[in-house]
Nanobody, 127 residues
Framework: VQLQASGGGLVQAGGSLRLSCAAS????????MAWFRQAPGKEREFVPS????????HYADSVKGRFTISRDNAKNTVYLQMNRLKPEDTAVYYC?????????????????????WGQGTLVTVSS
């Protein structure tokens, strides 16, 4: 699966953005998907994830209640709606996916568990 992220940009604090991640390849509908972000000088961190069947989502505590992940398997696309953005949300956002069977319950938070990555899209939140 190849992933292409888009939708980043500059927004004021309190504003909203929606990121999209378009996938090509026949395994998208069977792939767990996630968004990660990486700020300058920091490690890549988990943001939200969504199961292939759309019935299981997880969110980092820092974005709960503000961000929403969703997917449209018919369009091979996963979305990240980001509301009430804060300056600390500034980062490059990456979408990631993997279709392999996982053996532990918190796998979705680990970058190493994803074999497919998009190129990243920059989100800058000004104060």
């Amino acid at each position: 699966v190849q992933l292409q992220a888009s939708g980043g940009g500059l927004v004021q604090a309190g504003g909203s953005l929606r990121l999209s991640c378009a996938a090509s390849g026949h395994t998208f509908s069977r792939s767990g998907m996630a968004w990660f972000r990486q700020a300058p000088g920091k490690e890549r961190e988990f943001v939200p994830s969504i199961s292939w069947s759309e019935d299981i989502t997880h969110y980092a505590d820092s974005v709960k209640g503000r961000f929403t992940i969703s997917r449209d398997n018919a369009k091979n696309t996963v979305y990240l709606q980001m509301n009430r953005l804060k300056p600390e949300d500034t980062a490059v956002y990456y979408c990631a996916g993997d279709s392999s069977i996982k053996t532990y319950s918190t796998w979705y938070r680990e970058p190493r568990e994803y074999s497919n990555w998009g190129q990243g899209t920059l989100v800058t939140v000004s104060s």
